[in-house]
Protein backbone atom coordinates (compact mmCIF):
# COMPACT_ATOMS: atom_id res chain seq x y z
CA UNK A 1 0.00 0.00 0.00
CA UNK A 2 0.99 3.30 -0.66
CA UNK A 3 1.58 6.34 1.85
CA UNK A 4 -1.20 8.95 1.35
CA UNK A 5 0.89 11.76 0.12
CA UNK A 6 4.03 13.35 1.34
CA UNK A 7 4.27 16.14 3.17
CA UNK A 8 0.36 16.28 3.72
CA UNK A 9 -2.53 14.91 6.50
CA UNK A 10 -3.56 11.70 6.44
CA UNK A 11 -7.18 12.17 4.92
CA UNK A 12 -6.64 14.17 1.78
CA UNK A 13 -10.17 13.44 -0.32
CA UNK A 14 -12.71 15.93 -1.40
CA UNK A 15 -15.78 14.96 1.24
CA UNK A 16 -19.07 15.20 -0.01
CA UNK A 17 -20.42 18.62 0.03
CA UNK A 18 -23.53 18.59 2.80
CA UNK A 19 -25.56 19.92 -0.10
CA UNK A 20 -25.16 16.87 -2.47
CA UNK A 21 -24.94 14.52 0.40
CA UNK A 22 -28.69 15.63 1.30
CA UNK A 23 -29.86 15.41 -2.63
CA UNK A 24 -31.44 11.95 -3.81
CA UNK A 25 -31.54 9.91 -0.84
CA UNK A 26 -32.98 6.83 -2.74
CA UNK A 27 -28.97 6.04 -3.64
CA UNK A 28 -25.54 6.87 -2.01
CA UNK A 29 -23.59 9.43 -2.43
CA UNK A 30 -19.51 9.13 -2.22
CA UNK A 31 -16.46 11.49 -2.36
CA UNK A 32 -15.30 12.21 -6.22
CA UNK A 33 -12.03 10.55 -5.22
CA UNK A 34 -13.57 7.14 -4.24
CA UNK A 35 -15.35 4.82 -6.04
CA UNK A 36 -18.42 2.14 -4.43
CA UNK A 37 -19.43 -1.36 -5.61
CA UNK A 38 -22.20 -3.24 -3.05
CA UNK A 39 -21.73 -6.87 -2.75
CA UNK A 40 -23.84 -10.10 -0.74
CA UNK A 41 -27.11 -8.18 -0.40
CA UNK A 42 -29.50 -10.16 1.64
CA UNK A 43 -30.94 -13.18 -0.37
CA UNK A 44 -27.73 -13.68 -2.28
CA UNK A 45 -27.49 -17.74 -2.23
CA UNK A 46 -24.20 -18.84 -1.01
CA UNK A 47 -24.24 -21.65 -3.44
CA UNK A 48 -25.95 -21.20 -6.46
CA UNK A 49 -27.13 -17.91 -7.88
CA UNK A 50 -30.39 -19.55 -9.17
CA UNK A 51 -31.51 -19.45 -6.04
CA UNK A 52 -30.88 -15.59 -5.29
CA UNK A 53 -33.66 -13.89 -3.65
CA UNK A 54 -34.12 -10.69 -5.10
CA UNK A 55 -35.53 -8.99 -2.82
CA UNK A 56 -39.81 -9.19 -4.56
CA UNK A 57 -41.86 -10.26 -1.80
CA UNK A 58 -44.37 -12.03 -3.62
CA UNK A 59 -41.32 -14.77 -4.77
CA UNK A 60 -40.42 -14.91 -0.65
CA UNK A 61 -38.12 -17.39 0.18
CA UNK A 62 -38.81 -20.86 2.38
CA UNK A 63 -36.93 -20.83 5.52
CA UNK A 64 -35.26 -23.62 4.41
CA UNK A 65 -34.39 -22.00 1.47
CA UNK A 66 -33.29 -18.78 3.42
CA UNK A 67 -31.03 -21.43 4.54
CA UNK A 68 -28.30 -21.09 2.49
CA UNK A 69 -28.65 -16.88 1.56
CA UNK A 70 -26.92 -14.36 3.11
CA UNK A 71 -29.32 -12.74 6.16
CA UNK A 72 -30.65 -9.42 6.50
CA UNK A 73 -29.20 -6.27 9.00
CA UNK A 74 -25.91 -6.13 7.69
CA UNK A 75 -23.97 -4.70 10.76
CA UNK A 76 -20.18 -5.45 12.21
CA UNK A 77 -17.54 -7.74 9.84
CA UNK A 78 -14.07 -8.70 9.40
CA UNK A 79 -11.74 -9.72 6.13
CA UNK A 80 -9.99 -12.83 7.09
CA UNK A 81 -7.30 -13.03 3.98
CA UNK A 82 -7.01 -16.58 2.72
CA UNK A 83 -3.92 -17.19 3.50
CA UNK A 84 -4.34 -15.99 7.07
CA UNK A 85 -5.32 -19.46 8.58
CA UNK A 86 -1.64 -20.30 7.94
CA UNK A 87 -0.35 -16.53 8.74
CA UNK A 88 1.99 -18.56 11.23
CA UNK A 89 3.66 -21.04 8.89
CA UNK A 90 4.90 -18.05 6.33
CA UNK A 91 8.10 -16.03 6.70
CA UNK A 92 7.93 -12.91 8.33
CA UNK A 93 7.30 -10.10 5.75
CA UNK A 94 4.68 -12.16 3.94
CA UNK A 95 1.89 -10.23 2.89
CA UNK A 96 -1.44 -11.70 3.27
CA UNK A 97 -3.91 -11.45 0.64
CA UNK A 98 -5.90 -8.33 -0.35
CA UNK A 99 -7.43 -9.90 -3.03
CA UNK A 100 -8.93 -13.21 -1.72
CA UNK A 101 -10.27 -13.87 1.80
CA UNK A 102 -13.73 -14.67 4.10
CA UNK A 103 -15.94 -11.80 4.82
CA UNK A 104 -17.99 -12.51 8.12
CA UNK A 105 -20.89 -10.57 8.18
CA UNK A 106 -23.10 -10.07 11.24
CA UNK A 107 -26.89 -10.24 10.46
CA UNK A 108 -28.37 -8.13 13.43
CA UNK A 109 -32.10 -8.16 12.83
CA UNK A 110 -34.76 -8.01 10.13
CA UNK A 111 -38.14 -6.51 11.50
CA UNK A 112 -41.07 -8.55 10.30
CA UNK A 113 -42.26 -5.58 7.70
CA UNK A 114 -38.82 -6.19 5.83
CA UNK A 115 -38.73 -9.71 6.12
CA UNK A 116 -42.19 -10.85 5.75
CA UNK A 117 -44.17 -7.58 4.49
CA UNK A 118 -46.35 -4.58 4.71
CA UNK A 119 -50.08 -4.81 4.69
CA UNK A 120 -50.76 -3.56 1.41
CA UNK A 121 -54.11 -3.28 -0.40
CA UNK A 122 -55.21 -4.56 -3.65
CA UNK A 123 -53.49 -2.32 -5.79
CA UNK A 124 -50.08 -2.76 -3.57
CA UNK A 125 -50.09 0.96 -1.79
CA UNK A 126 -49.93 0.66 1.75
CA UNK A 127 -52.00 0.20 4.40
CA UNK A 128 -51.61 2.65 7.46
CA UNK A 129 -52.53 2.67 11.35
CA UNK A 130 -54.21 4.90 12.46
CA UNK A 131 -50.81 7.00 13.89
CA UNK A 132 -50.31 6.73 9.62
CA UNK A 133 -47.10 3.93 10.28
CA UNK A 134 -46.74 0.96 7.90
CA UNK A 135 -48.34 -1.90 9.53
CA UNK A 136 -45.45 -4.85 9.12
CA UNK A 137 -47.23 -8.20 8.90
CA UNK A 138 -47.17 -10.84 11.85
CA UNK A 139 -45.71 -14.42 11.76
CA UNK A 140 -48.97 -16.80 11.13
CA UNK A 141 -47.09 -19.82 11.08
CA UNK A 142 -43.80 -21.91 12.75
CA UNK A 143 -42.82 -21.57 9.08
CA UNK A 144 -42.78 -17.81 9.21
CA UNK A 145 -41.14 -17.75 12.13
CA UNK A 146 -38.10 -19.93 10.94
CA UNK A 147 -37.68 -17.51 8.49
CA UNK A 148 -37.15 -14.51 10.58
CA UNK A 149 -34.94 -16.78 12.66
CA UNK A 150 -32.73 -17.63 9.57
CA UNK A 151 -32.32 -14.29 8.11
CA UNK A 152 -31.00 -13.36 11.77
CA UNK A 153 -27.13 -14.41 12.52
CA UNK A 154 -24.28 -14.28 10.55
CA UNK A 155 -22.87 -14.85 6.91
CA UNK A 156 -19.21 -16.63 6.84
CA UNK A 157 -18.82 -16.06 2.45
CA UNK A 158 -15.90 -16.41 0.60
CA UNK A 159 -14.57 -13.67 -1.47
CA UNK A 160 -12.41 -12.40 -4.57
CA UNK A 161 -11.30 -10.05 -6.72
CA UNK A 162 -10.83 -10.28 -10.39
CA UNK A 163 -12.64 -9.67 -13.57
CA UNK A 164 -16.24 -9.80 -13.41
CA UNK A 165 -18.16 -10.31 -16.56
CA UNK A 166 -21.91 -9.26 -16.37
CA UNK A 167 -24.53 -8.02 -19.56
CA UNK A 168 -21.53 -8.49 -22.26
CA UNK A 169 -19.25 -5.50 -20.05
CA UNK A 170 -16.59 -6.51 -17.81
CA UNK A 171 -15.32 -4.64 -15.02
CA UNK A 172 -12.89 -5.64 -11.50
CA UNK A 173 -14.52 -6.09 -8.78
CA UNK A 174 -15.35 -7.93 -5.98
CA UNK A 175 -17.51 -11.38 -6.49
CA UNK A 176 -18.66 -14.46 -3.69
CA UNK A 177 -17.16 -17.40 -4.30
CA UNK A 178 -20.30 -19.70 -5.05
CA UNK A 179 -20.35 -22.73 -3.28
CA UNK A 180 -16.94 -22.43 -1.10
CA UNK A 181 -16.86 -24.95 1.05
CA UNK A 182 -15.93 -21.86 3.66
CA UNK A 183 -19.80 -20.59 3.05
CA UNK A 184 -21.63 -21.04 5.95
CA UNK A 185 -24.80 -19.49 7.80
CA UNK A 186 -25.00 -19.68 11.42
CA UNK A 187 -28.57 -18.54 13.11
CA UNK A 188 -30.95 -18.87 16.23
CA UNK A 189 -30.68 -22.78 15.67
CA UNK A 190 -27.58 -23.38 14.97
CA UNK A 191 -25.59 -25.68 17.40
CA UNK A 192 -23.55 -23.69 19.58
CA UNK A 193 -21.31 -24.38 22.68
CA UNK A 194 -20.58 -22.52 26.25
CA UNK A 195 -17.34 -21.77 27.30
CA UNK A 196 -15.68 -19.91 30.62
CA UNK A 197 -16.77 -19.85 34.05
CA UNK A 198 -21.17 -20.33 33.10
CA UNK A 199 -20.56 -23.00 30.94
CA UNK A 200 -21.71 -25.56 33.66
CA UNK A 201 -23.77 -23.40 35.09
CA UNK A 202 -27.05 -24.71 35.95
CA UNK A 203 -28.59 -20.95 35.01
CA UNK A 204 -28.00 -22.26 31.41
CA UNK A 205 -29.92 -25.52 31.77
CA UNK A 206 -33.65 -25.99 30.74
CA UNK A 207 -36.09 -28.51 32.07
CA UNK A 208 -36.36 -29.33 28.42
CA UNK A 209 -32.65 -30.85 27.82
CA UNK A 210 -32.44 -28.66 24.48
CA UNK A 211 -29.21 -28.65 23.83
CA UNK A 212 -27.84 -24.50 23.27
CA UNK A 213 -28.42 -23.17 20.14
CA UNK A 214 -27.94 -20.22 17.84
CA UNK A 215 -26.70 -16.53 18.56
CA UNK A 216 -29.21 -13.57 17.75
CA UNK A 217 -28.93 -9.47 17.33
CA UNK A 218 -25.41 -10.07 16.28
CA UNK A 219 -24.76 -6.45 15.98
CA UNK A 220 -21.01 -5.45 16.10
CA UNK A 221 -18.16 -7.57 16.49
CA UNK A 222 -14.08 -7.67 16.49
CA UNK A 223 -11.39 -9.91 15.23
CA UNK A 224 -8.86 -11.73 17.82
CA UNK A 225 -5.21 -11.80 17.38
CA UNK A 226 -5.31 -15.62 16.71
CA UNK A 227 -7.62 -15.61 13.80
CA UNK A 228 -11.08 -15.93 14.77
CA UNK A 229 -14.20 -13.45 14.84
CA UNK A 230 -16.52 -12.71 17.50
CA UNK A 231 -20.15 -11.62 17.07
CA UNK A 232 -21.81 -9.53 19.54
CA UNK A 233 -25.20 -10.79 20.74
CA UNK A 234 -27.07 -7.17 21.70
CA UNK A 235 -30.48 -6.69 21.69
CA UNK A 236 -31.74 -10.23 22.40
CA UNK A 237 -34.36 -9.86 24.99
CA UNK A 238 -36.27 -8.57 22.15
CA UNK A 239 -36.94 -11.55 20.84
CA UNK A 240 -38.30 -13.43 23.92
CA UNK A 241 -42.11 -12.72 24.81
CA UNK A 242 -44.96 -14.30 26.74
CA UNK A 243 -47.95 -15.95 26.24
CA UNK A 244 -50.08 -15.39 28.95
CA UNK A 245 -49.17 -12.42 31.72
CA UNK A 246 -45.82 -12.41 32.24
CA UNK A 247 -44.56 -11.48 36.03
CA UNK A 248 -40.71 -10.32 35.63
CA UNK A 249 -38.25 -10.51 37.88
CA UNK A 250 -35.90 -8.22 39.26
CA UNK A 251 -33.10 -9.31 36.87
CA UNK A 252 -35.65 -9.99 33.69
CA UNK A 253 -36.46 -6.03 34.43
CA UNK A 254 -32.76 -4.82 34.03
CA UNK A 255 -32.18 -6.07 30.82
CA UNK A 256 -35.54 -5.42 29.30
CA UNK A 257 -38.07 -8.36 28.97
CA UNK A 258 -41.45 -7.82 27.93
CA UNK A 259 -44.56 -9.33 27.01
CA UNK A 260 -44.34 -8.68 23.71
CA UNK A 261 -40.84 -8.00 23.47
CA UNK A 262 -39.70 -6.05 19.86
CA UNK A 263 -43.08 -7.37 18.12
CA UNK A 264 -41.15 -10.23 16.48
CA UNK A 265 -43.45 -13.03 17.57
CA UNK A 266 -41.23 -15.75 17.57
CA UNK A 267 -42.94 -17.03 21.09
CA UNK A 268 -46.41 -17.15 19.65
CA UNK A 269 -45.05 -20.25 17.69
CA UNK A 270 -41.54 -20.89 19.01
CA UNK A 271 -41.83 -22.34 22.57
CA UNK A 272 -38.15 -21.75 23.26
CA UNK A 273 -39.30 -17.92 23.36
CA UNK A 274 -41.51 -18.08 25.67
CA UNK A 275 -40.56 -16.74 28.73
CA UNK A 276 -43.73 -18.53 30.23
CA UNK A 277 -42.59 -21.96 29.49
CA UNK A 278 -41.57 -23.24 32.55
CA UNK A 279 -39.35 -25.97 30.29
CA UNK A 280 -37.55 -23.47 28.71
CA UNK A 281 -37.42 -20.77 31.60
CA UNK A 282 -33.42 -20.75 31.59
CA UNK A 283 -33.63 -19.94 27.73
CA UNK A 284 -33.13 -16.39 27.59
CA UNK A 285 -29.94 -16.26 29.71
CA UNK A 286 -28.21 -17.96 27.15
CA UNK A 287 -28.23 -14.82 25.14
CA UNK A 288 -26.37 -11.58 25.30
CA UNK A 289 -22.93 -12.96 25.30
CA UNK A 290 -19.87 -12.73 23.22
CA UNK A 291 -19.57 -15.48 20.12
CA UNK A 292 -16.49 -16.76 18.67
CA UNK A 293 -16.38 -18.11 15.03
CA UNK A 294 -13.61 -19.37 13.72
CA UNK A 295 -14.26 -18.73 10.25
CA UNK A 296 -11.73 -20.70 8.48
CA UNK A 297 -13.28 -24.27 10.44
CA UNK A 298 -17.13 -24.62 8.76
CA UNK A 299 -17.24 -27.69 11.00
CA UNK A 300 -16.88 -25.69 14.71
CA UNK A 301 -19.41 -24.64 16.67
CA UNK A 302 -19.41 -21.06 17.63
CA UNK A 303 -18.60 -20.50 21.35
CA UNK A 304 -20.04 -18.52 23.62
CA UNK A 305 -17.44 -17.00 25.96
CA UNK A 306 -18.88 -16.21 29.40
CA UNK A 307 -16.37 -14.70 31.19
CA UNK A 308 -17.13 -11.58 29.02
CA UNK A 309 -20.00 -10.67 30.94
CA UNK A 310 -24.02 -11.05 29.70
CA UNK A 311 -25.17 -7.91 28.96
CA UNK A 312 -26.26 -6.03 25.42
CA UNK A 313 -23.13 -6.64 23.61
CA UNK A 314 -22.63 -3.81 21.19
CA UNK A 315 -18.84 -4.94 19.45
CA UNK A 316 -15.63 -5.44 21.09
CA UNK A 317 -12.14 -4.07 20.50
CA UNK A 318 -9.13 -6.34 21.36
CA UNK A 319 -5.11 -4.99 21.61
CA UNK A 320 -2.36 -6.54 23.19
CA UNK A 321 -0.60 -5.74 26.56
CA UNK A 322 2.02 -7.04 28.92
CA UNK A 323 3.79 -10.02 28.63
CA UNK A 324 1.52 -10.64 25.71
CA UNK A 325 -1.69 -10.75 27.80
CA UNK A 326 -5.22 -9.19 25.73
CA UNK A 327 -7.57 -6.62 27.28
CA UNK A 328 -10.62 -6.40 25.08
CA UNK A 329 -13.27 -2.87 25.49
CA UNK A 330 -16.82 -3.07 25.30
CA UNK A 331 -19.60 -1.42 25.20
CA UNK A 332 -23.19 -2.22 26.71
CA UNK A 333 -25.70 -0.22 24.20
CA UNK A 334 -28.13 0.97 26.49
CA UNK A 335 -29.42 4.37 27.75
CA UNK A 336 -26.99 4.81 31.47
CA UNK A 337 -25.60 1.42 30.67
CA UNK A 338 -21.92 0.70 30.55
CA UNK A 339 -17.73 0.64 29.43
CA UNK A 340 -16.48 -2.72 30.19
CA UNK A 341 -13.07 -4.16 29.91
CA UNK A 342 -11.87 -7.82 30.01
CA UNK A 343 -8.51 -8.63 30.73
CA UNK A 344 -6.95 -12.07 29.96
CA UNK A 345 -4.89 -13.79 32.69
CA UNK A 346 -2.33 -15.37 30.25
CA UNK A 347 0.00 -14.81 27.38
CA UNK A 348 -2.62 -15.73 24.54
CA UNK A 349 -0.32 -17.52 22.09
CA UNK A 350 0.62 -19.40 25.67
CA UNK A 351 -3.14 -19.96 25.99
CA UNK A 352 -3.78 -21.00 22.22
CA UNK A 353 -0.68 -23.35 22.72
CA UNK A 354 -1.96 -25.17 25.28
CA UNK A 355 -5.39 -25.63 23.40
CA UNK A 356 -6.81 -23.17 25.63
CA UNK A 357 -8.74 -19.82 24.89
CA UNK A 358 -7.85 -16.51 26.58
CA UNK A 359 -11.07 -15.72 26.49
CA UNK A 360 -11.84 -18.26 29.50
CA UNK A 361 -9.44 -17.12 31.92
CA UNK A 362 -9.56 -13.54 33.00
CA UNK A 363 -11.08 -10.59 34.65
CA UNK A 364 -13.93 -8.84 33.74
CA UNK A 365 -14.14 -4.45 34.58
CA UNK A 366 -16.73 -1.99 34.39
CA UNK A 367 -15.37 2.02 33.90
CA UNK A 368 -15.75 4.43 36.49
CA UNK A 369 -14.84 8.32 35.08
CA UNK A 370 -13.70 10.92 37.42
CA UNK A 371 -14.09 14.01 37.12
CA UNK A 372 -10.44 15.07 36.95
CA UNK A 373 -9.86 12.83 33.75
CA UNK A 374 -8.94 9.93 35.44
CA UNK A 375 -10.97 6.73 35.68
CA UNK A 376 -10.89 3.04 37.23
CA UNK A 377 -11.69 -0.34 36.17
CA UNK A 378 -13.26 -1.74 38.85
CA UNK A 379 -13.36 -5.60 38.61
CA UNK A 380 -16.51 -7.53 38.75
CA UNK A 381 -15.63 -10.65 41.03
CA UNK A 382 -17.23 -12.77 43.82
CA UNK A 383 -14.25 -11.55 45.97
CA UNK A 384 -15.49 -8.72 46.44
CA UNK A 385 -17.83 -8.55 49.56
CA UNK A 386 -20.62 -6.45 48.11
CA UNK A 387 -20.68 -9.04 44.89
CA UNK A 388 -20.69 -11.77 47.50
CA UNK A 389 -23.29 -10.89 49.22
CA UNK A 390 -25.65 -10.38 46.03
CA UNK A 391 -24.81 -13.56 44.34
CA UNK A 392 -23.72 -17.13 45.04
CA UNK A 393 -20.95 -17.44 42.34
CA UNK A 394 -18.96 -16.04 40.04
CA UNK A 395 -21.25 -17.74 37.18
CA UNK A 396 -24.58 -15.70 38.97
CA UNK A 397 -22.56 -12.92 38.89
CA UNK A 398 -21.26 -12.99 35.11
CA UNK A 399 -25.16 -14.04 33.67
CA UNK A 400 -26.44 -11.11 35.35
CA UNK A 401 -23.50 -8.55 35.34
CA UNK A 402 -25.66 -5.24 34.60
CA UNK A 403 -26.83 -6.42 38.21
CA UNK A 404 -22.95 -6.20 39.07
CA UNK A 405 -22.06 -3.31 37.98
CA UNK A 406 -24.52 -1.34 39.37
CA UNK A 407 -23.58 -2.37 42.81
CA UNK A 408 -20.27 -1.45 42.12
CA UNK A 409 -21.12 1.90 41.16
CA UNK A 410 -20.44 1.99 36.97
CA UNK A 411 -20.60 5.68 35.35
CA UNK A 412 -23.69 5.71 33.51
CA UNK A 413 -23.23 5.99 29.82
CA UNK A 414 -24.97 7.89 27.06
CA UNK A 415 -25.37 4.11 25.10
CA UNK A 416 -22.29 3.08 24.85
CA UNK A 417 -21.53 1.44 21.30
CA UNK A 418 -18.67 0.80 19.47
CA UNK A 419 -14.74 0.19 20.60
CA UNK A 420 -11.53 0.83 18.53
CA UNK A 421 -7.63 0.72 19.02
CA UNK A 422 -6.01 3.78 17.80
CA UNK A 423 -2.29 4.20 17.06
CA UNK A 424 -0.84 4.81 20.00
CA UNK A 425 -3.16 1.83 21.96
CA UNK A 426 -5.67 3.93 23.21
CA UNK A 427 -9.49 2.97 22.77
CA UNK A 428 -12.05 5.62 21.60
CA UNK A 429 -16.18 4.73 22.73
CA UNK A 430 -18.57 6.00 20.39
CA UNK A 431 -21.80 7.17 22.88
CA UNK A 432 -24.34 7.07 20.57
CA UNK A 433 -27.02 9.40 21.94
CA UNK A 434 -29.55 9.57 25.32
CA UNK A 435 -32.69 11.01 24.57
CA UNK A 436 -33.44 10.40 28.37
CA UNK A 437 -30.71 12.45 30.51
CA UNK A 438 -31.90 15.02 32.60
CA UNK A 439 -28.84 15.29 34.84
CA UNK A 440 -25.39 15.11 33.22
CA UNK A 441 -22.55 13.49 34.59
CA UNK A 442 -18.67 14.08 34.07
CA UNK A 443 -17.78 11.74 31.07
CA UNK A 444 -21.52 12.54 29.45
CA UNK A 445 -22.09 16.36 29.78
CA UNK A 446 -24.89 17.18 27.92
CA UNK A 447 -28.57 16.76 29.01
CA UNK A 448 -30.24 15.59 26.83
CA UNK A 449 -28.12 14.32 24.76
CA UNK A 450 -29.47 14.38 21.66
CA UNK A 451 -26.25 14.16 19.01
CA UNK A 452 -23.72 11.83 21.23
CA UNK A 453 -19.87 11.64 21.96
CA UNK A 454 -17.26 9.92 21.05
CA UNK A 455 -14.50 9.24 23.85
CA UNK A 456 -10.85 8.07 24.61
CA UNK A 457 -9.38 6.37 27.18
CA UNK A 458 -5.90 5.28 27.78
CA UNK A 459 -4.93 2.46 30.24
CA UNK A 460 -2.29 3.58 33.03
CA UNK A 461 -2.42 0.09 34.25
CA UNK A 462 -5.22 -2.75 34.95
CA UNK A 463 -6.99 -0.59 36.89
CA UNK A 464 -6.63 2.68 36.12
CA UNK A 465 -6.73 4.89 32.47
CA UNK A 466 -7.09 8.57 31.81
CA UNK A 467 -9.61 9.39 29.56
CA UNK A 468 -10.58 13.04 27.18
CA UNK A 469 -13.37 13.65 24.93
CA UNK A 470 -12.59 13.39 21.84
CA UNK A 471 -15.08 14.99 19.98
CA UNK A 472 -18.59 16.48 20.98
CA UNK A 473 -20.75 15.59 17.54
CA UNK A 474 -23.03 18.86 18.68
CA UNK A 475 -19.81 20.73 18.23
CA UNK A 476 -19.54 20.00 14.28
CA UNK A 477 -23.38 20.93 14.27
CA UNK A 478 -22.23 24.48 12.35
CA UNK A 479 -19.62 22.98 10.16
CA UNK A 480 -19.27 21.62 6.73
CA UNK A 481 -18.43 18.30 8.45
CA UNK A 482 -21.87 18.01 10.74
CA UNK A 483 -22.12 14.62 12.13
CA UNK A 484 -24.23 13.10 14.75
CA UNK A 485 -25.15 9.66 16.79
CA UNK A 486 -21.83 8.51 16.10
CA UNK A 487 -22.06 4.42 16.09
CA UNK A 488 -19.76 2.22 14.40
CA UNK A 489 -15.94 2.98 14.81
CA UNK A 490 -12.35 1.76 13.53
CA UNK A 491 -9.02 3.03 13.54
CA UNK A 492 -6.03 2.29 11.09
CA UNK A 493 -2.47 2.17 11.85
CA UNK A 494 -1.61 5.45 11.05
CA UNK A 495 -4.22 7.16 12.94
CA UNK A 496 -6.95 7.58 10.77
CA UNK A 497 -10.09 7.24 12.69
CA UNK A 498 -13.53 6.03 10.42
CA UNK A 499 -17.46 6.67 11.98
CA UNK A 500 -20.43 5.10 10.41
CA UNK A 501 -23.10 7.05 12.22
CA UNK A 502 -26.65 5.52 13.02
CA UNK A 503 -29.20 8.07 13.50
CA UNK A 504 -31.54 11.29 12.19
CA UNK A 505 -28.78 13.53 10.27
CA UNK A 506 -28.71 17.35 10.33
CA UNK A 507 -29.58 19.33 7.44
CA UNK A 508 -31.24 16.89 5.35
CA UNK A 509 -28.03 14.08 5.14
CA UNK A 510 -28.77 10.59 5.33
CA UNK A 511 -26.71 8.30 7.46
CA UNK A 512 -23.08 8.45 6.77
CA UNK A 513 -19.71 7.42 7.29
CA UNK A 514 -16.83 9.78 8.12
CA UNK A 515 -13.22 9.99 8.86
CA UNK A 516 -10.96 11.89 11.20
CA UNK A 517 -7.17 12.22 11.25
CA UNK A 518 -6.89 11.58 15.05
CA UNK A 519 -3.14 12.96 14.74
CA UNK A 520 -4.18 16.41 13.76
CA UNK A 521 -3.82 19.44 15.92
CA UNK A 522 -6.76 21.52 17.27
CA UNK A 523 -10.88 20.49 16.76
CA UNK A 524 -11.07 16.61 15.76
CA UNK A 525 -12.65 17.82 12.22
CA UNK A 526 -14.78 15.19 10.21
CA UNK A 527 -14.61 14.62 6.37
CA UNK A 528 -17.64 12.93 4.79
CA UNK A 529 -16.48 10.11 2.66
CA UNK A 530 -19.67 8.35 2.00
CA UNK A 531 -23.54 9.28 2.29
CA UNK A 532 -26.51 6.09 2.31
CA UNK A 533 -29.76 6.27 1.40
CA UNK A 534 -33.17 6.60 3.08
CA UNK A 535 -33.23 5.28 6.72
CA UNK A 536 -30.24 3.37 6.62
CA UNK A 537 -27.53 3.26 8.92
CA UNK A 538 -23.66 2.85 7.79
CA UNK A 539 -22.08 0.45 10.06
CA UNK A 540 -19.73 -1.95 9.95
CA UNK A 541 -16.08 -1.64 8.84
CA UNK A 542 -13.40 -3.82 7.50
CA UNK A 543 -10.34 -3.63 5.20
CA UNK A 544 -8.10 -5.57 3.09
CA UNK A 545 -4.69 -6.23 4.63
CA UNK A 546 -3.17 -3.18 1.96
CA UNK A 547 -5.81 -1.22 3.38
CA UNK A 548 -6.98 -0.48 -0.54
CA UNK A 549 -10.57 -1.94 -0.07
CA UNK A 550 -12.84 -1.10 2.81
CA UNK A 551 -15.87 -2.31 3.58
CA UNK A 552 -19.15 -0.90 5.16
CA UNK A 553 -22.73 -2.00 5.91
CA UNK A 554 -25.59 -0.01 4.52
CA UNK A 555 -28.14 -1.36 7.02
CA UNK A 556 -32.28 -1.16 6.62
CA UNK A 557 -32.15 0.83 4.00
CA UNK A 558 -35.87 2.37 3.70
CA UNK A 559 -36.78 0.64 6.61
CA UNK A 560 -37.66 -2.06 4.41
CA UNK A 561 -40.33 0.17 2.16
CA UNK A 562 -39.69 0.44 -1.21
CA UNK A 563 -41.29 3.85 -1.66
CA UNK A 564 -38.31 5.22 0.34
CA UNK A 565 -35.55 3.20 -1.89
CA UNK A 566 -35.30 -0.15 -4.13
CA UNK A 567 -31.24 0.19 -3.02
CA UNK A 568 -29.35 -1.64 -3.81
CA UNK A 569 -31.30 -2.48 -7.01
CA UNK A 570 -31.33 0.46 -9.64
CA UNK A 571 -34.13 3.65 -8.13
CA UNK A 572 -36.16 2.44 -11.13
CA UNK A 573 -36.48 -1.04 -9.91
CA UNK A 574 -39.52 -2.51 -7.98
CA UNK A 575 -38.16 -4.40 -5.24
CA UNK A 576 -38.01 -3.94 -1.59
CA UNK A 577 -34.22 -2.69 -0.38
CA UNK A 578 -31.80 -5.03 0.89
CA UNK A 579 -29.23 -4.61 3.27
CA UNK A 580 -26.11 -5.06 1.99
CA UNK A 581 -21.98 -4.71 1.92
CA UNK A 582 -20.49 -1.80 0.25
CA UNK A 583 -16.70 -2.01 -0.56
CA UNK A 584 -15.19 1.58 -0.65
CA UNK A 585 -12.27 1.95 -3.05
CA UNK A 586 -10.00 5.17 -3.99
CA UNK A 587 -9.63 6.01 -7.44
CA UNK A 588 -6.61 4.64 -8.90
CA UNK A 589 -6.22 3.05 -5.45
CA UNK A 590 -4.04 4.40 -2.30
CA UNK A 591 -4.83 3.76 1.33
CA UNK A 592 -8.71 3.99 2.49
CA UNK A 593 -9.57 7.33 4.06
CA UNK A 594 -6.64 8.94 2.52
FE1 LIG B 1 -26.81 -2.69 17.28
FE2 LIG B 1 -26.26 -0.49 19.44
O1 LIG B 1 -26.32 -0.99 17.74
CA1 LIG C 1 -24.60 -0.12 16.41
CA1 LIG D 1 -27.03 2.50 17.02
CA1 LIG E 1 -28.46 -1.23 13.99
Not at 168 to 178: C, D, K, Q, T
Not at 380 to 388: D, G, H, K, S
Amino acid sequence: AGSPGEGRGLVNFRPVPVEEGASDARMPHISRNYRYQTLIPWGTDLLDADNDYNGDLMSRPSADEAATQVGIGHDGMWFFPIDQSRADLVPRGYRLSSTNGLLVVNHEFGANGHVLGFERDDSGALILSDSGAPISKNPESLEDVRLSQTVHGVTVAEITYGLIVENRSASRGWELVRGSSFNRRITVNTPVEFSGPVAFSELLENEAGNMPAGTVNNCGSGPTPWGTYITCEENFNGYFGANGELETTEEQERYGFSNSGFGYQWHVFDERFDLNNPLYANEQNRFGWCVEIDPFNPDAKPVKRTALGRFKHEAIAIKEIDRGRIAAYMGDDQRFDYCYKYESNRPWRQAIDDGESPLDDGKLFVARYNDDGTGEWIELTIENPALAARFSSQAELLVYTRVAADIVGATPMDRPEWTTIGKDGETYWTLTNNSRREEPNVANPEAPNGDGHIIKTMDVDSENFNWEFFVLASSSRDTEGVFTDPDAAWADADGRLFIGTDGGQPDGLQDQLVVFDTTADGEPEAKRLFVGVASDEITGFATTPNCEFAFINIQHPGNGLAEATNFPARPDGITTPRDCTVVLRRVNGGVIGS
